[in-house]
């Protein structure tokens, strides 16, 4: 870098910067205040002890690119550090490798790391069975997508019939599957049957049959138990009106 600085007064001035004088490098600083190669050549012109010297740096810092690398570019032999390595020969003789070549013992690593055969039985109480329960074994309205409250469920005949049928649904899950497959289907017909000899009671009128009738694509019948709970239920006229508005506009 100090080559650079060199260039540059050979270019300005045509001649070394040694053989610049330091009034004629300070004109040219004050002449041109705004000419970066002109500080810089003031700049390094003057005593580095003196305070002319620093006030003269602080200015021409700012037309440098980097200002943290400046001080390199100004003075590069500060930082010309002659680096010699030596190694001793104790470090030597450690970084040298083994005189022979290891050859590793594949029996013993073998051994170290033995891996369990594909033919070895599994040990007792490894197997785990997965066994896989049908959700409608376990509650079938759940299954079928009616939620049923426990709470509202016992308020009435129907709904004790429901709560029952649930709770024996969840003891035949204990069968085998060749037993469950032939209960299944007669289960199911006598929920439909139950539900429909249920709604035609003019005493038993609930939500849950109100749904079981979507279910089964019946929606005349379930708005007529909508309108029903509507009377029986006025506090609730707002919430089943907004149930027989929704099948209304699935029509």
């Known amino acids: ?7 540059l007064a050979h270019s300005i001035f045509k001649k070394s910067i040694d053989d610049c004088s ?12 705004y000419f970066g190669p002109a500080q810089f050549l003031y700049l390094k012109k003057l005593d580095p002890n003196s305070e002319e010297y620093q006030r003269q740096y602080q200015k021409a810092v700012l037309f440098y690119h980097d200002p943290v690398l400046f001080h390199q570019f100004i003075d590069e032999k500060a930082f010309q550090t002659p680096f010699n390595l030596e190694i001793s020969e104790e470090q030597k003789v450690e970084n040298e490798g083994p005189a022979t070549p290891v050859t590793p013992n594949l029996t013993e690593l073998k051994n170290a790391f033995k891996l369990p055969s594909l033919k070895d039985p599994m040990p007792s109480g490894a197997e785990n069975i997965i066994t ?6 376990v509650d079938y309205f759940a299954s079928q997508g009616i939620k049923l409250s426990l709470e509202e469920s016992s308020k009435d005949k129907f709904g004790k019939q429901l709560k029952s049928f649930t709770e024996w649904l969840k003891t035949m899950k204990r069968l085998p599957a060749t ?20 709604i035609q009671s003019s005493e038993i009128v609930t939500e849950a049959m109100a749904e079981v009738w979507v279910r089964q ?4 019948k379930a708005i007529e138990i909508y309108r029903k709970l509507s009377l029986l239920n006025p506090s609730k006229n707002s919430y089943f009106a907004s149930k027989i508005e929704l099948l209304n506009d699935s029509n």
């Not at 330091?22 to 205040?33: A, G, H, I, Q, V």
């Not at 896989?132 to 074994?137: C, G, I, K, S, W």
């Not at 199911?188 to 539900?195: G, R």
């Open 1 to 7: 870098m100090a080559n650079s600085l060199a260039q």
């Open 22 to 33: 330091l009034d004629e490098l300070s004109n040219f600083s004050k002449r041109y205040p």
């Open 132 to 137: 896989f329960e049908p959700f409608h074994t």
């Open 179 to 198: 037993q469950m497959n032939k209960i299944q289907g007669t289960a199911e017909k006598q929920v439909e049957n139950m539900a429909a000899h249920s």
């Open 217 to 220: 694509g019946n929606k005349a």
